[in-house]
């Protein structure tokens, strides 16, 4: 009889294998991933992110006053603003029921992005589809990818092992219609120039309970490497162009978090990035200067100085924040700020491979 010979696995399945074998143990420790999948899903660029707002006609306003954003599309009651010259964006729609004002999401785009095929690597990574309800709580969510429809627009989402919540989409999606959100054909000009010109994301910082396992996590799904490091235990993940980095904070928790991982704030960047300039401008339209932005209290601003100890500048590199009506943190930097040294934070040497 013909012995049928089994095909040996590859270097990339072993890797995956090994990943999905020890999914609970991700769960207790951030050394179960590795780099090196052939299976790593290509993001390109921050792309969008969330808002939900108390006031979602204050919050439009307050928005193009400072940035004098474009309406690039709507959505029911979402609001979305272009950022810089598009298509990337950031969306606002009104809480609901009991519901706080805070950060839906983070999205990502995808080269040569096919749903169907980003869902099924998502699953190869463990992350493994799940009918959406939106009675399900973030905790619920994690470790799972769902697909929301707009009309006849498809949009794909999944959820972390912290319940931190993604949106992957492809490089021209703009928030509005057609099968996967790139159609923006009624761009609604904003009334007001604004004070600052905004020109692309920065980066998301996140709050985790194990930052080290978020970091081994999207390094490895994403196939993305460290940038710079803000503190000797503080890496930044790189999102390929050298400016752009998602930062995880936290501490060492095992096993499955008490609460939902959150975003802390987004960077925008902006030109003519003069601190005392901005901030005297932050002053006149209404705002409140403060040197404790912890308590990140409504329209107010404030700068940290990011000393040496945290990878910045002798002396400082400042970094400028404001809270918008809700009290939802946003920071600005110059444009190119990639979370490393220098007065501007813009020095980020290559660094070692992986290290």
Request: hydrophobic letters at 35%.
């Amino acid at each position: 009889m013909t012995k049928t010979k089994i095909p040996q696995p590859t270097q990339p399945d072993i890797l995956r294998r090994r990943f999905l074998q020890a999914l609970p143990v991700a769960l207790l420790s951030p050394q179960v991933l590795a780099q090196g999948s052939d299976n790593t899903i290509a993001v390109r660029k921050l792309h969008s992110f969330g808002l939900r707002v108390s006031d979602l006609e204050r919050s439009v306003a307050f928005y193009q006053d400072l940035f004098g954003a474009p309406i690039q599309a709507r959505s029911g009651d979402t609001v979305c603003l272009r950022i810089g010259s598009g298509p990337h964006f950031f969306s606002l729609t009104p809480t609901r029921g009991t519901e706080t004002p805070g950060y839906t999401h983070v999205g990502l785009s995808v080269a040569d992005f096919n749903l169907t095929e980003v869902q099924n690597q998502l699953a190869d990574w463990g992350i493994t589809p799940i009918d959406y309800s939106d009675r399900l709580s973030r905790l619920d969510l994690a470790m799972h990818s769902w697909v929301q429809t707009r009309g006849e627009t498809r949009e794909l989402y999944f959820a972390d092992i912290e319940g931190l919540v993604y949106q992957l989409v492809p490089q021209n999606h703009c928030g509005g219609g057609g099968a996967l959100g790139t159609v923006c054909e009624n761009v609604e000009v904003s009334t007001t120039a604004g004070m600052f010109e905004l020109v692309d994301l920065s980066h998301f910082t996140n709050f985790m309970a194990n930052g080290s396992r978020a970091n081994n996590f999207y390094r490895s799904v994403f196939g993305l490497n460290y940038q710079a490091y803000q503190g000797p235990t503080s890496p930044i993940v790189g999102v390929g162009d050298g400016i752009q980095f998602m930062m995880y904070i936290g501490g060492v928790q095992e096993g499955t978090p008490d609460n939902a991982a959150l975003v802390h704030h987004t960077c925008f960047s902006v030109n003519d990035f003069f601190v005392d300039d901005i901030r005297r401008q932050l002053t006149d339209y209404g705002l409140t200067a403060t040197d404790d932005g912890n308590a990140s209290l409504p329209l107010t601003h404030w700068v940290s100085m990011r000393m040496p100890n945290r990878g910045g500048a002798q002396g400082g590199t400042p970094e400028l924040y404001f809270a918008d009506p809700d009290g939802i943190r946003i920071q600005l930097q110059d444009p190119d700020y990639c979370g490393g040294g220098g007065y501007l934070g813009d020095a980020c040497p290559p660094l070692p491979e992986n290290a």
